[in-house]
Structures are given as C-alpha cells and as structure tokens.
C-alpha cells in the first residue's frame, strides 16, 4: 500500500492496482489469524482463480500465435 501511495510516477490504474493488492494482503493476514482453515481456503481460492487467468492467457497466446514476453518490461 506505501508504495501505491507514495509513487507518483505510475498511472493511476497502476497505483490503484498496488493500493488494492496491499489491502488485499492486510484483510487476509487478518482473516489468517482469526481462522486458519478460512484463510487457507481463500488463499486457495484465490492463487486457483490467478492461475485460470494465466492458463487461459496462455492458451489464446498459442492459439494467435503471438510471442509472450518472459520477463515483465520495467
């Protein structure tokens, strides 16, 4: 989240992107403690949700034929 807010130089979908993944960090280090089993089910939900996402992403990129970049341009 410091860095969402203390970066000026992204756009604002990006700071708001970093401000939203800190926030998200902090309600489940939360829900974590609270009740493990819960915690460890969103976790789950949640890294199941992010790979469907890149598999799919992957798919249509073999399908079009386009090269993937393996490293992010910073």
Same mark, same amino acid.
């Given at each position: 989240m410091v860095f %969402? +807010? %203390?970066n000026? #130089? /992204?756009p604002g979908w990006a700071r708001g992107f970093a401000i939203g993944a800190g =926030? +998200? =960090?902090i309600g489940l280090?939360? +829900? &974590?403690m609270i009740s493990p089993f819960a915690g460890a089910f969103f976790v789950s939900l949640v890294l199941g949700i992010a790979l469907l996402i890149i598999g &799919? #992403? &992957? &798919?249509?990129? %073999?399908v079009t034929g /386009?090269?993937?970049p393996m490293r992010p341009h910073i």
């Open positions: %969402g +807010l %203390g000026k #130089e /992204q =926030a +998200l =960090a280090s939360f +829900l &974590i &799919i #992403e &992957i &798919i249509v990129t %073999g /386009q090269r993937m």
